[in-house]
C-alpha cells in the first residue's frame, strides 16, 4: 500500500513538472516573439509624410503595386505608406501608397498582434510586409499605433492598433473596397485600427458598409424581404439576423423592403460586387442589381 501511494505520488510529481516545463516553454516562446518583433521594429524607420512628400524613389515600395491587376506574391518591399483616407463608402479607412484600401482580419489578434492568415488566406488577402530596415511612411496615422509582427514564416508584417493589416486580391483599382464585410470577418482599418465604417456602437450594419454615418446615422437593417418582381410583387423571400446570410434564390430579387441600411452582394457568402442601400427599393435596376443578389449583410 505505502509502495503504490509512493509511486502515485511520484507520477503526480512528474506530470505537474511536465505541465510546468510545457507552460514555460509556449511562454518563452511567446516572449521570444515579442522580442523579435520589438527588436525589428527597433531597426525600422518611421517617417512622417508621404512617400512623394519624401522623395521615395519611383516603382519602389507601394508603388509598384500596378491598378488593375490583382495583387500578387506578398513581398517584404523596402518601403510602405500608411495614409489615412477614403475609398468607397469608408471614411476614414488606411490605404497604401498606391492607394488601394487595407483591411484587418477578425480572427487575428491585436494584442498581442498575430496573424492568422497563412497559405490560400495569404494568397486572396495579401499581408502587408516590410523588409528588416526598411521604411514605414506615416500620412495621418499616429506612429504610437503602428508596429510590426513577426509572421511564422519570418516576414515583418505591418500592423496599426496591433491589428496585422492586408491587400485584397480583388480590389483592382486604387479606392476599391470589395475585401469589406467578406465573410463577416474582414473589414477596412482605420488609423486608430478599428473597423473602417463601424457607427458608435459598433454594429455589424454599420461595420459592413459604414452606411450608418453615410446616410444620416440611418441604423442597420435587421432584416429583409426580396421579392423576384418590381414593387415588392410576389414571390419574396424573408431574411433576417445579423452577418452575411445566402439568399434562397439566387439573382432573381428586383425590389426589396428593410427598415435601414444593409448591403447586398452579387455572390455567396458576402462577395463580389456590392452596394450599401436603405430602406425600400421598388426596383433594383435603379441601383443596377436587378436579378444580382446572392447574400446580404444585416446587421
Keep these: ?24 516553454g509556449t511562454e518563452n516562446a511567446a516572449s521570444a516573439a515579442r522580442e523579435g518583433a520589438a527588436a525589428a521594429q527597433g531597426s525600422l524607420s518611421f517617417t512622417s509624410g508621404s512617400a512623394k512628400q519624401n522623395n521615395a524613389a519611383p516603382g519602389t515600395g507601394d508603388w509598384a503595386d500596378s491598378p488593375g491587376k490583382p495583387a500578387g506574391k506578398p513581398v517584404a518591399k523596402k518601403w510602405v505608406q500608411l495614409s489615412a483616407g477614403r475609398a468607397g463608402d469608408l471614411n476614414p479607412v488606411v490605404v497604401n501608397g498606391a492607394g488601394f484600401t487595407l483591411y484587418r482580419f477578425d480572427k487575428d489578434t491585436a494584442n498581442p498582434s498575430r496573424s ?18 526598411g521604411k514605414i511612411f506615416i500620412d495621418g496615422v499616429d506612429k504610437s499605433d503602428v508596429g510590426v509582427v513577426k509572421r511564422a514564416d519570418g516576414n515583418l508584417q505591418v500592423t496599426v492598433g496591433g491589428w496585422p493589416v492586408y491587400r485584397f486580391s480583388k480590389d483592382l483599382e486604387p479606392g476599391d473596397t470589395n475585401g469589406q464585410g467578406v465573410g463577416g470577418t474582414w473589414f477596412g482599418v482605420t488609423p486608430d485600427g478599428q473597423k473602417a465604417g463601424a457607427g458608435e456602437e459598433g454594429g455589424a450594419g454599420d461595420e459592413e458598409g459604414g452606411a450608418g454615418d453615410e446616410q444620416g446615422g440611418v441604423a442597420p437593417a435587421t432584416g429583409v424581404t426580396l421579392s423576384d418582381e418590381p414593387n415588392f410583387g410576389d414571390p419574396s423571400e424573408g431574411l433576417a439576423g445579423a452577418g452575411c446570410r445566402n439568399v434562397g434564390r ?50
Excluded: H, Y
Excluded at 277 to 290: E, H, K, M, R
Design 116 to 133: 492568422n492568415c497563412a497559405g490560400e488566406c495569404a494568397t486572396t488577402w495579401p499581408p502587408v510586409l516590410v523588409a528588416p530596415g
Design 1 to 24: 500500500m505505502i509502495r503504490n501511494r509512493i509511486a502515485a505520488i511520484a507520477a503526480t510529481t512528474a506530470a505537474a513538472a511536465l505541465l510546468l516545463t510545457a507552460c514555460n
Design 250 to 299: 439566387d439573382d432573381s430579387a428586383s425590389s426589396l423592403q428593410a427598415s435601414g441600411t444593409l448591403k447586398i452582394w452579387s455572390e455567396k457568402d458576402c462577395e463580389g460586387d456590392s452596394k450599401v442601400v436603405q430602406g425600400n427599393i421598388a426596383d433594383l435596376a435603379s441601383v443596377d442589381f436587378d436579378d444580382r443578389i446572392s447574400s446580404v449583410f444585416l446587421g
